[in-house]
């Protein structure tokens, strides 16, 4: 019989019991770690879908008064002769801050001003006499009118007599006329004696209209005498407007020469004294501010240029951190600020006067400071003009976004 009583699987698990039943075997170190490198791996997804990173942006920027600052300037230019600030003291308005003096010579060493102002001192004496002459001269046509007038009145009552003469001889002459004809209807008188009468009629006639005419011109001359003597004081008045007019523009020439000379820059609002560094004898350049004053009470203003790419979500509220140039934040940390404000349209640096190195179009944050100086107890404060670096956040996401970007940006492109 070829077929045994049992399976061959069953002939050979009996022969093998006597050396014991095999059983996998795990160390506890395993297990634990094991077990530590899982609770790692559940941590680190935790960590990655909790915790946040900030993306941010460092920018330049510069402290600046909120009451603003004035920049004095000379307004022309001049030897700079006496200095009455310093830095640091309150001014007025329309206080006296320095003087200023002309710094130009001519080929002798005299001042070109000086020179100038002597040469319209001598105008001015000049038109001062001219005037004089003027007022005298239409004084003198004045009296000769008037005597004019009056002789001219005496003649015309002269004419006046006379015509009335020859009035009177008109009428004599008109009666032996009358009687002339009468004789002649008579043929008392000959023709010739008639015409004769009437020949001297029209002669007195003719005088006498000729009388008329004269007393009409000499009545004419004497008008135009009136009007003559209305005008003159008008035609007087004109000329010595036209002097004085000529006299205020010397006045003011000479005013403008006496401001060369010595003239004083004065404050144009009331603050504090700072950035005088010009000295007595400095030649002043007109493009260049003489010192700044600063508003005594105002408070100091962050002044940030942002880059448009950081610009998404920045808005007023943003709390920034602040490391000044003059203190280290390796010794002093970073300051606090909050976003005030954020400009609306972008500055171009090619058009804008930027105090700090920008090389592309940025937009102006201003930012309101926490601290006005540094809290290790010593007497040094923040200063309008300090240049700091800001760190903006502009983005925030969980790590475990920031790692599987890559991916949705290749699933986009895809």
């Known amino acids: ?43 680190f997804l935790a960590f990655a879908a909790s915790a946040e990173l900030k993306q941010t942006e460092r920018v330049r920027g510069y402290l600046t008064s909120t009451g603003g600052e004035v920049k004095i300037y000379g307004g022309k230019p001049g030897v700079l002769t006496e200095i009455f600030v310093e830095d640091g003291d309150v001014v007025k308005t329309g206080d006296i801050l320095a003087a200023m003096s002309d710094p130009f010579y001519d080929h002798r060493g005299q001042e070109k001003a000086r020179l100038a102002l002597q040469q319209i001192d001598v105008q001015l004496r000049q038109l001062r006499a001219r005037k004089e002459v003027v007022a005298t001269r239409f004084e003198v046509q004045a009296t000769q009118v008037q005597q004019q007038l009056q002789g001219m009145q005496k003649t015309l009552q002269l004419l006046r007599d006379e015509q009335w003469m020859r009035q009177q ?15 002649r209807a008579t043929n008392t008188i000959s023709e010739r004696e008639f015409r004769q009468t009437a020949s001297s009629q029209i002669l007195l006639e003719q005088q006498a209209k000729t009388a008329e005419l004269a007393i009409a011109k000499h009545l004419q001359a004497m008008e135009d005498a009136r009007q003559q003597l209305i005008q003159l004081p008008m035609r007087g008045r004109e000329e010595a407007l036209l002097l004085d007019s000529a006299r205020s523009q010397l006045l003011a020439r000479r005013h403008d020469l006496l401001s060369q000379l010595k003239f004083t820059i004065t404050a144009s609002r009331d603050g504090i004294v700072s950035n005088m560094v010009s000295r007595t004898g400095d030649i002043i350049d007109t493009s260049k501010p003489l010192l700044t004053l600063l508003e005594s009470d105002s408070k100091l203003e962050a002044w940030l240029y942002l880059p448009s ?9 943003t709390e920034i951190m602040i490391s000044y140039d003059a203190y280290p934040y390796q010794t002093y940390g970073s300051f606090p600020a909050r976003i005030l404000s954020v400009a609306d ?22 930012a309101q400071i926490s601290d006005q100086g540094p809290a290790d107890g010593t007497a040094n404060q923040f200063r309008p003009g300090m240049q700091f670096t800001a760190d903006i956040v502009t983005a925030e996401q969980t790590v475990l976004k920031k790692l599987i970007s890559p991916l949705r940006g290749l699933g986009r492109r895809l």
């Open 309 to 317: 790419r950081a610009l998404a979500n920045v808005q007023a509220g």
């Open 345 to 366: 349209s972008a500055m171009d640096p090619r058009e804008f006067l930027i105090p700090v190195d920008v090389r592309e179009p940025v937009y102006l944050v201003k």
């Open 1 to 43: 019989m070829n077929e045994s009583l049992f399976r061959q699987e069953v002939l050979a698990a009996r022969q093998n019991s006597r050396f014991g039943q095999a059983v996998f075997y795990q160390p506890l170190t395993i297990r634990l770690m094991v077990s530590f490198l899982v609770v790692v791996f559940v941590s």
């Open 169 to 183: 001889r008109v009428d004599l002459s008109d009666q032996d006329l009358q009687a002339s004809r009468r004789l």
